[in-house]
């Protein structure tokens, strides 16, 4: 982990290290980033394009956001791969200086609450993965995704999803990453 990692996991309720290894406090979580770390190691594993975002509810309903991307595909030992993952471990919450999608946000009249749901779900988070991750009621959540549509003049999330992917540069372009394994 990276200095920036050691702090997140220091210092956040959703994630700790445990045996030299990342293990979040929600057990849902916890099998599915070993689901996620055991398919992103198997061979069918599309590196490096292939990747597995998984939400980390925390206990105060605030949460991070953990990618899992494949780094190499391992041999079958002892009936599991034995590859290498990066997990990069993100908080939603936490805006960095230059904030991703402002211009869209701009154009498209967001308030600040509406694109903070469009970015949580960025990483295919659904909205009620969205909005726990981001520590606010699934309802509201919608009626955020809702408004968005409205002004997006998009009706589903896979048309809104490209919409935004295709007007602004890749989310994480400039950003350290949070975490890795």
Known sequence: MNRAAERLVRTSNPIRVAN???????????????????????????????????????????????????????????????????????????????????????????????????????PGLSVKEAAKVLGIGENTAKTHLQHIHSKTGTSKQTELMRLFMSSTPPVNAGQQPAGGR
């Open 20 to 122: 030299s290894h990342l293990s979040p406090i929600d057990h849902k979580a916890r099998l599915a980033l070993d689901r996620a770390i055991d398919e992103a190691t198997g061979d069918e594993a599309d590196l490096p394009t292939s990747g597995f975002t998984i939400a980390l509810p925390g206990g105060d309903n605030g949460g991070l956001i953990a990618t899992v991307l494949p780094l190499a595909r391992g041999e079958r030992q002892s009936g599991a791969f034995s590859g290498m993952v990066a997990i990069f471990v993100q908080d939603p919450i936490v805006m960095p200086p230059f904030v991703p999608g402002q211009a869209f946000a701009e154009l498209y009249g967001l308030t600040t609450s509406e694109l903070r749901v469009l970015l949580a779900m960025v």
